[in-house]
DNA sequence: TTTAAGTGTAACCTATGTAGTTACATCTGT
DNA sequence: ACAGATGTAACTACATAGGTTACACTTAAA
């Protein structure tokens, strides 16, 4: 089983390279299409904001996918660097041992 | 397809119902065993909280599950009331129509 | 070269949310 | 009566989302 050493993808950047670029769209139209403020796409876009509930159901809607898969790439993201920015939540106490047999995969 | 007419369940219910409960753990044992403060289990128990990242790797080691098993029963139940509470996000324009070939589940 | 469009970002604001401590009233079983 | 467990209020500190406005910069077209 391998670890990941680098952070999975940033959601903002998914966007940009998979639906923004293809679709020829600048970050300002994008912003306007979805009604939100040009800050809050541009942040997005670099990596330095995050995909809300909200943004999740405006992104699904314009770009025909699911929801999910907006809030699944932000939920990776930020576990990823939570686990790994922080360490104290090692410190909880085990009361159930996982089944090796039913934990052959982290997720 | 059916659409869901009432919230999915909240974390907090699946803590209590699936692993404190069977355990008979009380709030203060899972609270300081968490490493956290008793208000923040109570909270969550009662449905008046939710699971960050940092609780999700908490839950996830102390009763062996995987921490998006937490996020994601979060994730759904933050989409569900987002979606449901407000329709702002639906004036979002559409640049994108999916495929109904590929979207035959909503997820 | 001038102009306009697109961009990133700072400053400022409001609203919300997490999480901790302390304290209190309540309830339950012994 | 007492101890344990609980929900919650009041307070704190901190972080984040998202909006508006303004500025400097780049790029491409006229």
């Not at 139209?29 to 909200?54: F, H, M, Q, W, Y």
């Not at 943004?55 to 996918?65: D, H, K, V, W």
């Amino acid at each position: 089983m391998r670890e990941r050493t680098r952070p999975p993808a940033h959601p903002g950047a998914i966007l940009k390279r998979h639906y923004l670029k293809p679709l020829h769209l600048t970050v300002s139209d994008a912003a306007s299409g979805l009604k939100v403020s040009r800050k809050t796409i541009s942040k997005l876009v670099n990596e330095r904001g995050s995909v809300t509930p909200d943004m999740a159901l405006r992104l699904s809607r314009a770009f025909g996918t699911s929801p999910e898969l907006w809030l699944n790439l932000q939920q990776s993201y930020d576990l990823w660097r939570v686990s790994h920015e922080s360490r104290a939540w090692e410190r909880a106490r085990v009361f159930m041992e996982h089944s090796r047999l039913l934990a052959s995969n982290s997720a």
